[in-house]
């Protein structure tokens, strides 16, 4: 069964510091990995990563792959409490039978 | 431009009865999905349908089922409710090319409470 696992679950930091979380996977029919931010109900796309070593970046966020050793990390820098959210790792396994596989998230708060 | 839609925000019910969810996906979209996120479990992926058909199911029980209209908004029903049931159940769409465009767009979620 097609696994995925997000680490740490939870995470306080102050604001202006960098955190960096991690997702790693074992899935058959590996497609692409992405990265959701959930601030309330409805989560939002961040990245999507398919080639090892490519660094993703939107502002103070970046991602990348390594699909050697089946892991991503997701950082942010200088964060704000605006961050403060639930990222959620998901990676795309289904071939034809398209699914995303989701792990549980780490839930992030930054305080002023 | 409407995003993925979900009714109702809210939906109380107690044990045996059954739950009708609904989903509007963003226009030209062909494609939607069904996940469950119940408390520490994460999302779980529940359905798939594309033009009409389902194409995928997770790992649960035939109580779960729903449909996909020919205008592509998509029902999810839950039968003879269970408590453990209650979560948020979000609901997604993505456009017609699935295999170049696999980002998802998700609703805000319909949120049942089973008593």
């Known amino acids: 069964e097609d696994k995925v696992v997000q680490s740490p679950l939870s995470l306080v930091v102050h604001e202006g510091d960098t955190v960096t979380l991690n997702c790693s996977y074992e899935v058959t029919n590996f497609r692409s990995l992405l990265w959701y931010k959930q601030e309330k109900k409805a989560p939002t796309f961040l990245f999507m990563l398919?080639?090892?070593?490519i660094e993703k970046k939107s502002g103070r966020l970046s991602s990348i792959l390594d699909k050697k050793e089946l892991f991503s990390i997701l950082n942010i820098t200088a964060t704000q409490t605006g961050d403060s959210a639930v990222y959620l790792c998901?990676?795309?396994?289904?071939?034809?039978?398209?699914?995303?596989?989701f792990g549980k998230g780490t839930l992030l708060t930054v305080n002023p | 431009e409407a995003g993925v839609t979900q009714s109702p925000t809210h939906l109380i019910k107690t044990r045996g009865q059954q739950a009708t969810l609904r989903c509007s996906p963003i226009s030209g979209h062909t494609s939607v999905y069904w996940y469950q996120q119940a408390l520490g479990l994460g999302l779980q992926f529940l359905l798939w349908y594309d033009e009409g058909e389902e194409r995928n199911r997770g790992n649960f029980p035939p109580r779960f089922s729903g449909r996909q209209f020919p205008n592509y908004s998509s029902e999810l029903n839950v039968n003879a409710l269970e408590l453990e049931d209650s979560a948020l159940y979000l609901c997604?769409?993505?456009?017609?090319?699935?295999?170049?465009?696999?980002?998802?767009?998700f609703g805000s979620g319909t949120q049942l409470s089973v008593l």
């Open positions: 997604a769409s993505s456009s017609r090319q699935v295999r170049t465009n696999e980002k998802l767009f």
């Open positions: 998901a990676v795309n396994s289904g071939g034809s039978n398209y699914k995303l596989t």
């Open positions: 398919t080639s090892s070593g």
